[in-house]
């Protein structure tokens, strides 16, 4: 069974940083390209950036760009999302979701983790 | 910026058929942007029903189905469920700027 599990949610004060992390499992995590999304309390999604299964390649929206780094180890089967210089406006759930193959389907998401930015 | 656009709200009876549209502020949406629609109910994640314009998972119900139409995304549900009460996001990939964009949701009510 396909599992995605996210941690490392919590309030941070404006300007400061957090690294999220997920867990996979159930499928080969290496084969896999892996995308973080956000969904703001009472709005909707918002795709936040993506990497390649070799972490070759890495996508950000302009939204986070310079600020959020995301990444992954292979080795540990986990995905993730190092946030800096975080503002109120990045307050989400963070949710991790699988990315299969070349037809771009999004098809497991985590339950996802609460970041609150506020002072 | 790239703007996907959904209808607010629907209201559909149980029973009956209603159709979900995706648009792109770039264009006509074609098979390239790899559609996907998703299902979200209150305090639960997404869940992925249709991928690239029509295909469907292993668990989506067979009166969900996805398509183009008019330029456009789209999401048919036939035989509606009071179940099927929920919010539904399109997401488009832009390849050419190497990043995916979700709709803005529809609220749909089965009433």
């Known amino acids: 069974e396909v599992q995605l599990v996210e941690s490392g949610g919590g309030l941070v004060q404006p300007g400061g940083s957090l690294r999220l992390s997920c867990a996979a499992s159930?499928?080969?995590?290496?084969?896999?390209?892996m995308n973080w999304v956000r969904q703001a309390p009472g709005k909707g999604l918002e795709w936040v950036s993506y990497?390649?299964?070799?972490?070759?390649?890495?996508y950000y929206a302009d939204s986070v760009k310079g600020r959020f780094t995301i990444s992954r180890d292979n080795a540990q089967n986990s995905l993730y999302l190092q946030m800096n210089s975080l503002r109120a406006e990045d307050t989400a759930v963070y949710y991790c979701?699988?990315?299969?193959?070349?037809?771009?389907?999004?098809?497991?998401w985590g339950q996802g983790s609460l970041v609150t930015v506020s002072s | 910026q790239t703007v996907v656009t959904q209808e607010p709200s629907l209201t559909v009876s149980p029973g009956g058929t209603v159709t979900l549209t995706c648009a792109s502020s770039?264009?006509?949406?074609?098979?390239?942007?790899?559609p996907n629609w998703f299902q979200q109910r209150p305090g639960q994640p997404p869940r992925a029903l249709i991928y690239?314009?029509?295909n469907k998972h292993s668990w989506t119900p067979a009166r969900f189905s996805g398509s183009l139409l008019g330029g456009k995304a789209a999401l048919t549900l036939s035989g509606v469920q009071p179940e099927d009460e929920a919010e539904y996001y399109c997401?488009?990939?832009?390849?050419?700027?190497?990043?995916?964009?979700f709709g803005g949701g529809t609220k749909l009510t089965v009433l």
């Open positions: 990497i390649s299964s070799s972490a070759s390649s890495k």
């Open positions: 690239s314009t029509s």
């Open positions: 997401l488009l990939y832009y390849g050419a700027a190497r990043l995916w964009v």
């Open positions: 979701t699988r990315l299969a193959g070349s037809i771009l389907n999004f098809d497991y």
């Open positions: 770039t264009g006509a949406v074609t098979s390239g942007y790899y």
């Open positions: 159930g499928f080969t995590f290496s084969s896999y390209e």
